[in-house]
């Protein structure tokens, strides 16, 4: 029984190579010259939709039909957030016998992580692999064997930022880097559009006079009174970030 992982991703080369050897039965080993004969049993997997790669003659139509015998497909685990409980129990298990050392969900972080973990922010778009990595994370930086909520916490900001990084500009990334991944996680995207253009505009003003004059160009005028530069620390307050933050890495 041969797995192959990923089939999707082979090659034009590669894949006329292994049409040879399950057609023939013949293959040839790594740095011999004489062919040998198997006969195997083969199971693939990819995450790739392979039929449309070979409408488009990115794969090859022979391999996909001698290969395409029985398909089965494995929902993501946004369709089964039932598994995601034992899983995160299991993957503690593991990374305590890797390691040695005694690490613990504590009963208020457990809760928090699976109400994240089963929420629509929960996108998982890595399925198993980002759960790894999340509790690999949480376990190294654990002080005391216990993942406190304040770990989970920081945990989950940064699995969102990671999920939404796709698409994200350097702006954007700066944004995250200010208000950091937990601020981030519970962000809504008007927001986060609205406070990146905020953060360039002072970023490129020499004070926080000149980018109130920037960002209330148009309405200043009309008022009798100006309280913008009060209006525009408000607001920067609200997501955390002081004035002070900004002008340190402001243009000169």
């Known amino acids: 029984m041969l797995f192959l ?15 040879r050897a399950l057609e023939e039965k013949t ?47 494995l929902p993501g685990w946004r369709s089964r957030t039932e598994d995601i409980e034992p899983n995160l129990q299991c993957e503690l298990d593991q990374f305590v016998e890797r390691t040695g050392r005694r690490i613990a969900l504590s009963k208020e972080a457990c809760q928090k992580f699976l109400e994240f973990a089963l929420s629509p922010k929960g996108e998982w778009k890595n399925n198993f692999r980002d759960l790894n990595a999340a509790v690999i994370r949480m376990g190294t930086v654990a002080q005391g064997g216990r993942i406190s909520v304040e770990i989970v916490e920081e945990e989950i900001g ?31 995207l008007f927001d986060r559009v609205q406070l990146t253009h905020v953060i360039e505009i002072c970023r490129q003003s020499r004070s ?18 100006s309280n913008d530069a009060d209006h525009l620390r408000k607001y920067l307050s609200r997501f955390g970030i002081e004035w002070e933050q900004l002008s340190r890495t402001a243009l000169s």
């Open 5 to 19: 992982d990923e089939i999707g991703e082979l090659g034009t080369d590669e894949q006329a190579m292994l049409l």
């Open 27 to 73: 293959l040839l080993p790594l740095g011999s010259d004489r062919e040998a004969r198997s006969d195997l049993q083969w199971i693939a997997s990819t995450k790739r939709d392979v039929l449309s790669a070979a409408r488009e003659g990115r794969f090859r139509e022979d391999l996909l039909t001698r290969i395409n015998l029985w398909t089965f497909t």
């Open 158 to 188: 940064r699995l969102v930022a990671s999920w939404t990084s796709v698409g994200r500009g350097a702006s954007e990334d700066l944004l995250l880097g200010i208000v950091g991944g937990n601020r981030w996680a519970e962000m809504d």
């Open 208 to 225: 926080l006079s000149d980018a109130r004059r920037k960002l209330f160009s148009a309405s200043r005028f009309r008022k009798t009174s």
